[in-house]
């Protein structure tokens, strides 16, 4: 046992290893980042928290200097005996990982539905009489788990898989059917079911049972990539249903739909994947209308089927976040008219407002023709080539939401020292990583893909000294987008969670902070 009065260094850094880790009995610590002269406070410690768990990582020296800010009592463990236990118990090594780097963190969860053993070799061997296949059928080996068959069905579009056996022979075919059977879910049943819905009264408790199977598949945030695949799948068979039935609407109350092309397109979160549930995207169709103005009657079809979308998707029980469109954009709007919005906005970014319609540049397409979206993207690659003060403005707004400092005793502290219940996962988290991932894909003129996981991947062939930054702002973003995931909605309320995953969220919540850093100065430093 050992006690410090206040304003006593515990250690510093670039210290060696000690031979003892030191767990706070009572009072307050200060972790600061002392680099020169200059001391940044970096963490605040309190009762049940380990110091000098820095030393059982990297270098083995202390990354960060620790002062008592209170008088302090600490008692003392080996941390030889800790290290020990941290090679036999992989949750220890995960934990001491967790509290200095993202991008060594491989995760941990529960088992879920998507870790079932699949059918053995044997049974699809004695079926394969049932079944045959050709043609663009996924396969995978046995033995397998479940999400080994059920995520490459999903990408390959087919109710099918192949199954092979150890030397890459082909055994039989496996349905999406028969794999339910094993794993209590059958996702090409349910998706299938989710597009033909005709009422809100069928795809109300087909929606629910599309986001029981995601989150039932979220053991750990690990698991965040295959759920947010199966979420966006089931949300675009849900609104596309939706879809039908306010054209169906329209139809019964006599209006026709224009003989010109049109594109159902969807923006923000729902383009990027970014949301595992089932939720409301924002959502348009935008209508051709380069071969001439159409009629008012021709118009005002495309805004009212965009307007009772719009109400099917929360009758349906796609409530979604609400969002608001930026001024100059709605959900009805014409190809000429979105052109222009896109060109405006990058001739004058500033008078425009581009951080408010930062999102209208995450876009894809859901249904119709997409050629349109691809104009709408060399538009925007264009505007790009022509001025790049959208860019620099876009980067120096990531910092509009600075991450807290710390949590503390179950509180979030924020960098002037006031301190809350809660902080917004979105705003400190979430939302910064995907605001930074399209300042890196904007600036190399990067639309073709709207995913923040995959714009922070070609970021790091573009930017290789902040690899380790961009690794660990992708774990980060996960991790971000578990937490939203299980509280069904942005609010977190550490003083709910439990230490380790308050070391884990503080955690990627410092690397959320070095990468707003390391964009200010890669992107402000160029203008």
């Known amino acids: 046992m050992k ?115 699949g059918p053995p070799e044997s049974y699809v061997r004695a079926r394969r009489g049932r079944h045959f296949y050709e043609g663009g059928i996924a396969s995978v080996r046995a033995p397998f788990r479940c999400r080994e068959a059920v995520i490459p069905m999903l990408r390959s579009g087919r109710d099918v898989i192949r199954v092979e056996g150890q030397a890459g022979e082909p ?168 052109n222009r919005l896109y060109v405006e906005t990058l001739a004058d970014p500033l008078a425009h407002e581009v951080y408010a319609r930062r999102e209208l540049f995450d876009l894809c397409a859901l249904r119709g023709d997409a050629g349109i979206v691809e104009e709408l993207k060399r538009t925007t690659e264009a505007g790009l080539g022509k001025n790049a003060m959208a860019v620099g403005l876009l980067a120096n707004d990531t910092m509009s939401h600075v991450p807290p400092l710390t949590f503390f005793e179950g509180l979030v502290v924020e960098l002037d020292g006031a301190r809350k219940e809660s902080f917004d996962i979105d705003a400190v988290l979430v939302g910064p990583v995907v605001d930074a991932a399209r300042v890196m894909a904007l600036s190399k003129g990067r639309v073709a893909t709207a995913s923040t996981l995959l714009r922070l991947e070609s970021a790091i062939e573009d930017y290789p000294a902040g690899e380790a930054i961009l690794r660990a702002a992708g774990q980060a973003f996960r991790i971000g987008l578990y937490y939203r995931t299980l509280a069904d909605g942005s609010t977190i309320y550490p003083g709910k969670l439990c230490k380790a995953d308050q070391i884990l969220l503080k955690t990627a919540i410092v690397s959320v902070g070095r990468l707003l850093k390391f964009t200010v100065e890669t992107f402000m430093g160029e203008q």
Not at 48 to 72: E, H, I, K, N
Not at 78 to 93: C, F, G, I, V, W
Not at 291 to 310: D, I, K, P, R, W
Not at 329 to 334: E, I, L, R
Request: proline share 4%; glycine share 12%.
């Open 3 to 117: 006690f410090h009065s206040s304003e006593e260094f515990l250690y510093q850094k670039g210290d060696g290893k000690s031979d003892l880790i030191w767990v706070v009995q009572q009072g307050r610590v200060e972790v600061l980042d002392v680099r020169g002269n200059l001391e940044t406070l970096h963490d605040v410690m309190g009762a049940g928290d380990l110091l000098g768990l820095d030393g059982l990582v990297g270098d083995r020296r202390s990354q960060y200097s620790a002062r008592s800010a209170t008088d302090v009592i600490l008692y003392g463990v080996s941390a030889a005996l800790l290290e020990s236990m941290a090679a036999r118990y992989p949750s220890l090594d995960r934990f001491v990982k967790a509290r200095f780097s993202m991008s060594e963190w491989e995760g941990a969860g529960k088992h879920t539905w998507l870790d079932e053993e």
């Open 171 to 338: 055994v039989g075919w496996l349905s999406s059917a028969e794999l339910a059977l094993f794993c209590g879910y059958d996702l090409a049943r349910l998706e299938s079911e989710l597009r033909g819905a005709e009422s809100p009264a069928e795809l109300a408790p087909l929606v629910k049972v599309a986001q029981r199977m995601v989150l039932e598949g979220l053991g750990g945030a690990t698991d965040i990539d295959d759920c947010r695949q199966m979420g966006g799948c089931l949300m675009r068979a849900a609104v596309s249903a939706c879809i039908g039935m306010a054209e169906k609407e329209a139809a019964d109350a006599g209006m026709s739909a224009p003989g010109v092309p049109f594109c159902w397109v969807m923006f923000g979160a729902g383009a990027r994947g970014d949301v595992p549930q089932a939720e409301a995207p924002q959502l348009a169709v935008i209508y051709d209308d380069s071969q001439g103005e159409l009629g008012a009657l021709e118009c005002a079809y495309f805004v009212s089927v965009a307007g009772l979308t719009g109400h099917w998707m929360h009758e349906g029980g796609l409530a979604g976040q609400g969002k608001s469109w930026p001024n100059g954009a709605q959900p009805g709007m014409p190809l000429t008219e979105w």
